[in-house]
């Protein structure tokens, strides 16, 4: 495996020695996993309050594929555009007015909007308010999968349910890249965790991130068994897929009860009487990925990787995406060949 940021870095400097072009993943047209290719682009220079970063692990989710086909798309796109919201890395370039990154930190960022380009590429510039140390834990093939899993899982947990000890939560469809996390951090607030999963690995995977029981989703009994786990009902429900499984879930939902969802689950959950619905979606900020943090070491996280492509094979990992059934988290290496 090659490393190539390990020798850029100058301690004398404030940069490592970073190329004029670099290779990145992008798309020069909306589509298929197929419009996804290889290009040379110019590495991106850095405004004032932004860090670059010589990408190591890059973050493949759903909201990728929407974006690739268009789906957020504004009526002026600039192509070629490189996809990737999310990843780990080193910095290679501070601007002028960071103070607290500095050149040669391991770090792992979450920025949405990359008017500069996406993750998909051996360099990223990204607001350094967005990008954070990495967690003590963790390498940066783990970190890299989590910025937007981890956040989103934390702040469902924390912020939009604000679970307590001892209450009782489902997390639906626990098997995934959110999931797998908030099942832990529902667990670390000291809650009992009902979680449904994808498919018979789905629910052994999610057993062992820490849920007192699991389920198929998919099983139309699937409020039978939440209901022997809970005879009372439960306190609280984190809804990362849609559908009737969830509506099954629903019917559990103690009076008062609070069901939370990150913007992008479809179908949206119905709201019911006496139930509080909070959609919400995950942030990144300096706070933000400090709680994260303090969150990863407190629970000895767990990061489950699904599947690791080498960058210039991006369109695989979409086309992975697409099959479904993706237990954890798909990731780019941007350094293997």
Known sequence: MLDRTRNFLNPSHHAMHVPRTMFAAAIDRFGGPEVITAHAMPVPEVDAGEVLIAVDTAGVGRWD???????????????PLVLGYDGAGIIAKVGSRVRRLRVGDQVYSY?????????????VAVRAD??????????LRHAGAIPITGLTALQGIDDALGLKKGETIIIHGASGGVGTLAV?????????????????????????MGAHAAVDGKRPDVDDYARR?????????????????????????????RVAHPNGVEPVPKKRRGMTLIRYDGISGVREFERLNAA???????????ECYPLPRAYKAHERLAEGHVLGKIVLSVHDA
């Open 229 to 257: 786990f809970a005879p009372d009902g439960v306190d609280a429900i984190l809804a990362l897929a849609g559908g009737d499984g969830l509506e099954r879930c629903l019917s559990l939902l103690r009076p008062g009860g």
């Open 184 to 208: 832990q951090f529902a667990r670390l607030r000291g809650a009992r965790v009902f979680a449904t999963a994808s498919g018979k690995e789905g629910v052994e995977l999610v057993r062992e």
């Open 130 to 139: 967005k990008v954070a140390p990495l967690p003590k834990r963790l390498d």
């Open 111 to 123: 920025n949405w909007g990359n008017p500069k380009g996406g993750f998909y590429a051996e360099y």
């Open 296 to 306: 990863v070491q407190a629970a000895k996280l767990k990061v489950p990787i699904a």
């Open 65 to 79: 594929a929407d974006v690739r086909e268009g789906f957020f798309a504004s009526r002026k796109a600039h192509f």
